[in-house]
């Protein structure tokens, strides 16, 4: 069993930076593939961006491409969601999730089987 625990969300400005984290625990992170998904009220969630250590591949959305990173800490076992140029429509809860490793990382939240409580990230405009 994976356990994932978010934090780091909070209020900033639009055009700020906020880093949001993904502490991992039950199996090592790097077993699976990491993704990060985000929902804001009224809307569906969306796939944000993700990572597999088989082949080292990430995968964006086009709408954060540039302006969002994905990375892992191995000795914490933690994934992070570095978050810059932030816009108010970055506006929502965000999920971490894990899924089966693969050579491929995958936008469908389907595809991942375990899933973190959410953070709050606030863009003002």
């Known amino acids: 069993q994976v356990q994932l625990v978010e934090f780091g969300g909070g209020l900033v400005q639009a055009g700020g930076s906020l880093r949001v984290s993904c502490a991992v625990s039950g199996r090592t992170f790097s077993r699976y593939t990491m993704g990060w998904f985000r929902q804001a009220p009224g809307k569906e969630r969306e796939f944000v961006a993700g990572?597999?250590?088989?082949?080292?591949?990430?995968n964006y959305a086009d709408s954060v491409k540039g302006r969002f990173t994905i990375a892992g800490d191995n000795a914490k076992n933690t994934v992070y969601l570095q978050m810059n140029s932030l816009k108010p429509e970055d506006t929502a809860v965000y999920y971490c999730?894990?899924?089966?490793?693969?050579?491929?990382?995958?936008?469908?939240?389907?595809?991942?089987?375990?899933w973190g409580q959410g953070t709050q990230v606030t863009v003002s405009s």
């Open positions: 990572i597999s250590w088989s082949g080292g591949s990430t």
């Open positions: 999730a894990a899924g089966p490793l693969s050579n491929r990382v995958s936008g469908t939240g389907y595809d991942y089987d375990y």
